[in-house]
């Protein structure tokens, strides 16, 4: 079997679990799963440019998705009233005089010779700025997060079309990785590592706290949306007619038209960056990055310089995870910082291009796609089997109560056992790299 065919019929497979779901679930459901796999291969696709082109180790996926999600809610959401007036002026003040104390401090320092003098001086910067940068921050920050704290709270965004934050979350995904990479990628990989989960960390906390940004913990719902909402197609008459005419209800149709135009959008972004990742991986940049990543040393002797195409590789990978983070919260329609797990967004991305093939972009996508359907099915597939091995045991028994919630952990079962097998069987991945 040729690699075209054998690669047609794992995506043939991948597709056929969507209409097995709608089977059991609803058409709605299948969907929602759907678009979640073309948002995890997208996740995907952007991990593999940093570890199978460069091997970069990034444990900071979270980070940059999380971005990707402010971004929806800084340039989609409606600004709040009176914010900017009561508080938002002298939020952006302190956060410059922040920004160029710390500049100052290191102009300072580089321009005067060691010793304690320069210390002194120093210090001195960083503490008169610090204490003025809070006498303008705080009071600030208390007069925004006052303005009707139940509902709104913080600054909100520009009201600009949501379409445009995808871009934007890869905009700040990308800042902030040329942040990390200039700090960490000339150093060994484990400090790489070291650092991306650390600001990962850093912002996932700052999302949490300043409500002003975003609301913290209260999140923002009501994130606009680049397609109808379903109430106002169901109270479009011609909308119902033509569903009545498919044989469907308006509420259902609404919802079910409504995924498959999200589906679209996610498909069409999906297909666009797979393309830009394979016309990199066969151009000569993208031979010279797999070249770095199997002999650093030999490509230095090159005349390679390794640190800035690291880095570049880095931003790239970085910002689609943005793109993808911003896709995901214009899906949900909300922003949840508390919803930003390691797990989730981190780890479970790696699985997916572990298990797709590393190195090979349509590896990582169908990896994306796969894994994200079976962490979606894995409870429903775990409840279906304890409900069959418990199935001679008599209602009311605590072994059988026991494993019935169980079911729920299944889904963590059911990853690590398909990741077993394809390492087992197949270790360089379901699509390896040629």
Not at 61 to 88: D, E
Not at 93 to 116: Q, Y
Not at 154 to 179: H, K, Q
Not at 367 to 396: C, F, H, K, N, R
């Amino acid at each position: 079997m040729n690699a075209a065919t054998k690669n047609t019929i794992l995506f043939a497979c991948v597709f056929a679990m969507i209409p097995t779901i709608a089977m059991f679930q609803g058409w709605n459901a299948a969907l929602f799963v759907l678009n979640m796999g073309l948002i995890s291969a997208i996740m995907a696709l952007g991990v593999n440019l940093q570890w199978g082109f460069a091997g970069l180790f990034n444990v900071g996926i979270m980070g940059f998705v999380a971005l990707g999600g402010l971004a929806a809610v800084l340039v989609g959401m409606p600004a709040t009233p009176g914010a900017w007036q009561a508080g938002g002026f002298g939020i952006l003040a302190a956060l410059i005089l922040g920004a160029l104390t710390i500049g100052l401090a290191i102009f300072v320092a580089g321009r005067m010779t060691r010793g304690w003098t320069r210390n002194l001086v120093v210090l001195a910067i960083l503490v008169v700025g610090f204490l003025v940068y809070r006498a303008i921050y705080d009071p600030s920050v208390d007069a925004v997060e006052a303005i009707e704290p139940a509902l709104t709270g913080y600054l909100g965004g520009l009201g600009l079309p949501v379409i445009i934050a995808w871009p934007v979350g890869g905009l700040f995904a990308a800042g902030a990785a040329w942040i990390i990479g200039k700090t960490a990628l000339g150093l060994r990989s484990d400090y790489l590592a070291i650092a991306t989960l650390g600001i990962a960390e850093i912002i996932i906390a700052l999302l949490k706290n300043e409500d002003w940004l975003s609301r913290g913990v209260k999140n923002v719902v009501g994130v606009p949306r680049p397609v109808p909402y379903e109430i106002d197609l169901q109270n479009n008459a011609a909308f119902v007619e033509r569903a009545a005419g498919f044989g469907f209800d308006a509420v259902t149709a609404s919802t079910i038209y409504v995924k498959l135009l999200y589906c679209g959008l996610f498909a069409f972004v999906l297909v666009l960056l797979l393309w830009m990742a394979q016309m990199a991986l066969n151009s000569p940049w993208g031979r010279m990055m797999r070249a770095i990543r199997d002999n650093e040393v030999a490509a230095e002797a090159m005349g390679k310089d390794v640190t800035a195409r690291h880095l570049q590789v880095f931003i790239l990978g970085s910002a689609i995870c943005g793109i993808a983070g911003a896709m995901l919260t214009t899906l949900d329609g909300q922003l949840t910082p508390g919803t930003y797990q390691p797990l989730r967004f981190t780890f479970l991305i790696w699985v997916m291009v572990i298990v797709g093939g590393s190195g090979n972009n349509l590896g990582a996508v169908l990896g994306g796609m796969l894994i994200y359907l079976m962490w979606d099915q894995g409870e429903s597939i775990g409840l279906w089997v304890m409900q069959g091995i418990t199935a001679g045991l008599p209602d009311g028994s605590a072994v059988k109560a026991h494993l019935i919630e169980s079911a729920a952990h299944m889904r963590l079962l059911t990853i690590g056992v398909l990741l077993l097998l394809v390492l087992r069987f197949s270790p360089r991945g379901l699509i390896p790299e040629k």
